[in-house]
């Protein structure tokens, strides 16, 4: 399996056939680093496509789900390999009240095949459980997505609980979703905002 194969898949989306491309790349005794090299490689031209309208919505959720296929095989060689190196740790949740977590979850798929460790709460997760998770993994990002106008609130109450617990100066808080934007992010306690989930990234590199 060449990782240029590896590379097409992704970008060709190609849900049914990765998982298999994968193990053959991996028996062959290819590192598990090069081969999420290769993916993210087709993880990159899916979101450059995203950026210049060639690809749409459709086409990055089915990129987030062709990785999440290729993850189940690859992250027990890469968690082999990885013993021992660093990574930046990052919480992202959706905020509580709310149910939307689709745009989190394309997120979440694309964080992880860049090479970020991530602790997903899910959805509707209050902020005592961020915190926890937090003091639990010396996690050093919170990413919060919020879809609804109803909840965006929760920001500054999630921003709140940082001050009151101390680690506010230990941990940068991006966010994200429809109602938001700089401006008000900003003005709810976050660092950060992106637009989308391939601009998250971006992002998130920066503040890591
Ligand atoms: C699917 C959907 C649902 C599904 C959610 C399923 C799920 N598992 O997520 C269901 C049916 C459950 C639902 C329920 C409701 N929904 Co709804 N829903 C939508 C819908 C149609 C699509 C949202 C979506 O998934 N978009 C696709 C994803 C990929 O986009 P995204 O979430 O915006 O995420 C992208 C970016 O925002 C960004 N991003 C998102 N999060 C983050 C976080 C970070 C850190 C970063 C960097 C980036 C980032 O990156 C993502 C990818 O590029 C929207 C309308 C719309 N067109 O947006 C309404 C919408 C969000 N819903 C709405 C409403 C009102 C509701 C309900 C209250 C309806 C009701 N009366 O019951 C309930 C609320 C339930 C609750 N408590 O949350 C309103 C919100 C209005 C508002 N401004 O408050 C919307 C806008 C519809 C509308 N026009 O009225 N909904």
């Not at 993850?71 to 890469?78: G, S």
Request: glycine share 8%; aromatic share 4%.
């Amino acid at each position: 399996m060449e990782f240029e194969k590896l590379t097409e898949l992704i970008i060709e989306l190609e849900v049914d056939d990765i998982q298999e491309a994968v193990k053959e790349a991996l028996d062959e005794g290819k590192e598990a680093f090069e081969v999420l090299g290769a993916l993210t490689k087709g993880m990159d031209e899916v979101g450059r496509r995203y950026e210049e309208k060639e690809y749409y919505l459709t086409e990055l959720v089915l990129a987030g789900e062709t990785m999440k296929e290729a993850f189940e095989v690859l992250q027990p060689a890469l968690a082999a390999a990885d013993e021992g190196q660093e990574k930046t740790k990052i919480i992202l949740a959706t905020v509580k009240g709310d149910n939307h977590d689709i745009g989190k979850n394309i997120l979440a798929s694309l964080l992880l095949s860049s090479g970020f460790e991530i602790h997903d709460l899910g959805m509707d997760v209050d902020a005592n459980t961020i915190i926890e998770k937090v003091k639990e993994t010396n996690a050093t990002i919170v990413a919060l997505s919020s879809l609804l106008t109803m909840t965006v609130e929760q920001i500054k109450v999630v921003h709140e609980a940082l001050q009151e617990a101390g680690l506010r100066d230990d941990v940068k808080l991006i966010v994200g979703g429809a109602p938001l934007n700089m401006e008000l992010a900003k003005k709810l306690g976050a660092d950060d905002f992106a637009e989308d989930a391939v601009d998250g990234v971006k992002h998130i590199k920066n503040l890591a």
